[in-house]
């Protein structure tokens, strides 16, 4: 199985950072990520799918990049309803993975 | 309105079993596949399974292999998951979640039911 390794495991931040998550995969998977946010008892959302696409309803003050074994996800600058979890995906191949998961916190 | 509503969670013996249902409606089901995702309390999300439109292609993490079983009915626009062999690792909320197709992400999520596995 491809292991997605995501980092950091938290982060603090103040409204209006830049903040910047990263994935890599333990094997190329072209862009076949997507990047999830998650509230607490909330389901997760989708916010990124191809590595860098928007999806629909998402700020643009989200933008993912990558292809191959390294990806990031950006929040350009950092809005209160932004402190959440954030996952990232491979559907590459079966089975799909997530990363560990990344904890935005308000600093 | 996409809607996904999942159903059929509780408390379950060690080596019980348990039958999760996901109704949907708002779209046209047998165009999608579909996942079931699974999250225990305070951890990440752990993919389980996934079934294509048509039910031609199912896939299953390791951990749940042998033991839970996809299935769709398209006919009641309904998913589901026989979970059965349960251990107290397996307690967790389970999430459907629709299927755009390889790269193009799950783009609907039902609110998940709790299934507690648990003397």
């Known amino acids: 199985a491809i292991q997605m390794t995501q980092s950091p495991s938290s982060l603090s931040a103040s409204v209006g950072d830049r903040v910047t998550i990263t994935c890599r995969a333990s094997?190329?998977?072209?862009?076949?990520l997507g990047w999830y946010q998650q509230k607490p008892g909330k389901a997760p959302n989708l916010l990124i799918y191809a590595a860098s696409s928007l999806q629909s309803g998402v700020p643009s003050r989200f933008s993912g990049s990558g292809s191959g074994t390294d990806f990031t996800l950006t929040i350009s600058s950092l809005q209160p309803e932004d402190f959440a979890t954030y996952y990232c995906?491979?559907?590459?191949?079966?089975?799909?993975?997530f990363g560990q998961g990344t904890k935005v916190e308000i600093k | 309105e996409v809607q996904l509503v999942e159903s059929g969670g509780g408390l379950v013996k060690p080596g019980g079993s348990l039958r999760l249902s996901c109704a949907a409606s708002?779209?046209?089901?047998?165009?999608?596949?579909m996942n079931w995702v699974r999250q225990a309390p305070g951890k990440g999300l752990e993919w389980v399974s996934s079934i294509s439109d048509s039910s031609s292609y199912i896939y299953y993490a390791d951990s749940v292999k042998g033991r839970f079983t996809i299935s769709r009915d398209n006919a009641k626009n309904s998913l589901y998951l026989q979970m059965n062999s349960l251990r107290a690792e397996d307690t967790a909320v389970y999430y459907c979640?629709?299927?755009?197709?390889?790269?193009?992400?799950?783009?609907?999520w039902g609110q998940g039911t709790l299934v507690t596995v648990s003397s």
């Open positions: 995906l491979q559907d590459y191949n079966y089975p799909r993975t």
């Open positions: 708002g779209f046209t089901f047998s165009n999608y596949g």
């Open positions: 979640a629709r299927d755009l197709g390889p790269y193009l992400g799950l783009d609907y």
């Open positions: 094997q190329g998977i072209r862009n076949d």
